[in-house]
């Protein structure tokens, strides 16, 4: 398997054409989507110890479950699957958390919040679906790298 160095230097390398070839609407949105995808979200997130959970700092312990839930390889290196998964488990955990934080700000009465979104709004927002495309790209290099890697070193072309 590459180490997590190679992926993000594969990925990094990848991102010119790539960005040139798919054209995104939403330029920002792709890029920050597609650097998650490289640093934050990748499909090595199931190993607890591994370098993109490290980086989540001191947040990195709302991935420890995530770990347990998904083996090594599994889902998470499923391609758009496994994004999708990361994504939704991602933004359950931080849901809970902001509408816990509204739930005591409007119950302490220290502020008032009122939401005027729909799910419908929020799901097919373009911003979000730029985001997600570049994270869903970014885990495609990374899977593929690893297809590569694990193809050669069965070849033994590499150690």
Request: glycine share 6%; aromatic share 18%.
């Amino acid at each position: 398997m590459a180490s997590g160095r190679t992926h993000e230097i594969i990925n990094l390398i990848a991102l010119p054409p790539t960005y040139y070839l798919l054209s995104p609407n939403d330029d920002f949105s792709f890029l920050v989507g597609y650097l998650v995808g490289t640093f934050l979200l990748t499909p090595d997130n199931d190993l607890f110890h591994s370098r993109p959970i490290r980086r989540w700092k001191i947040l990195k312990f709302i991935w420890y479950p995530y770990t347990k839930f998904s083996a090594h390889r599994g889902l998470s290196h499923i391609p758009i699957l496994g994004t999708l998964i990361k994504l939704f488990y991602i933004g359950l955990i931080f849901s809970v958390l902001a509408f816990s934080l509204v739930f005591l700000l409007n119950f302490t009465g220290l502020y008032s919040f009122k939401f005027d979104l729909s799910f419908k709004e929020i799901l097919f927002n373009p911003h979000l679906l730029s985001f997600v495309i570049g994270v869903i790209v970014a885990e495609f290099f990374h899977i593929l790298t690893d297809m590569v890697y694990s193809s050669l070193k069965r070849l033994r072309l590499i150690r």
